[in-house]
């Protein structure tokens, strides 16, 4: 069993930065694909970015292509989501995510086999 554990969430303004981390319980997390999904009230979960293993690999959704940036620290068991430039469209609930079956990230929630709590990301205008 792994847990995750995200923090950095809060209350920016419009074109802000922040800078989530999640941190996993123990040291297999390295080996895990790690993917960040938010939900928005009233909206289903979405795929934000994702991550494989080594950290070579790297995926998006469209929306935050350019302003957000997926890392990995395995020594630290830790994954990283830089958020610039943020928007009133990001505010979510922001949630990390360990795939144990795969090296590559997935888009979808249900590849992922472990989940944070969430944290909550709220951008005014």
């Known amino acids: 069993q792994v847990q995750l554990v995200e923090s950095g969430g809060g209350l920016v303004q419009d074109g802000g930065s922040l800078r989530l981390s999640c941190a996993a319980s123990?040291?297999?997390?390295?080996?895990?694909?790690m993917g960040w999904f938010r939900q928005a009230p009233g909206k289903e979960r979405e795929f934000v970015a994702g991550i494989s293993w080594s950290g070579g690999t790297t995926d998006y959704t469209d929306s935050v292509k350019g302003r957000f940036t997926i890392s990995r620290d395995n020594a630290k068991n830790t994954v990283y989501l830089q958020m610039n430039d943020l928007k009133p469209e990001d505010t979510a609930v922001y949630y990390c995510a360990a795939d144990r079956h795969s090296a590559a990230s997935s888009r979808r929630a249900n590849d992922y086999d472990y989940w944070g709590q969430g944290t909550q990301v709220t951008v005014s205008s």
């Open positions: 123990r040291r297999t997390g390295s080996m895990y694909a």
